[in-house]
């Protein structure tokens, strides 16, 4: 059996965080749903309205905002995994929406009793994706959490 160095293992666990991060964009973007709806009804249905552009520069985060993101991403990871399963086992379309919704507000809600906004949460999510020093940050924060 080999042996892996500690920089070895420290490369396979950064990895596994990646790959697990990977879905928290995937429920960004299904949280970031729920938001533009609610923003297009006050802005007229026009959803670039109510839309900013992305930073060009690397996000200003504070550490306790990224341990609350880290919990809240925990919770909706938590959240989705129990969907994963009931949609394994909906007999219809329409049972599926339903839950999808319901999992939709579990999520919202998870996110907001960790301590931060759904708006907050999306951004942290996507800026993790152009900015490799707030994506480490938030790596070892939900490391630290588990």
Known sequence: MKTMTREQTRAQTRAQTRAQLAPALAIAALLAATGTAVAQQGT?????????????????????????????FLAVQKISEELSAELAETPSAEVAQSLQREAQNEM???????????????????????????????????????
């Open 44 to 72: 007229g249905g026009n959803p670039a309205a109510g839309m900013q552009a992305p930073p060009s520069a690397p996000m200003e985060v504070a550490d306790a905002t990224v341990s609350n993101f880290a919990d809240a």
């Open 108 to 146: 919202a809600q998870a996110v907001e009793e960790a301590g931060i906004s759904v708006k907050e949460y999306n951004d942290i999510a996507v800026g993790m994706k152009g900015d490799p020093m707030l994506a480490e940050r938030v790596e070892t924060a939900i490391n630290e959490n588990r």
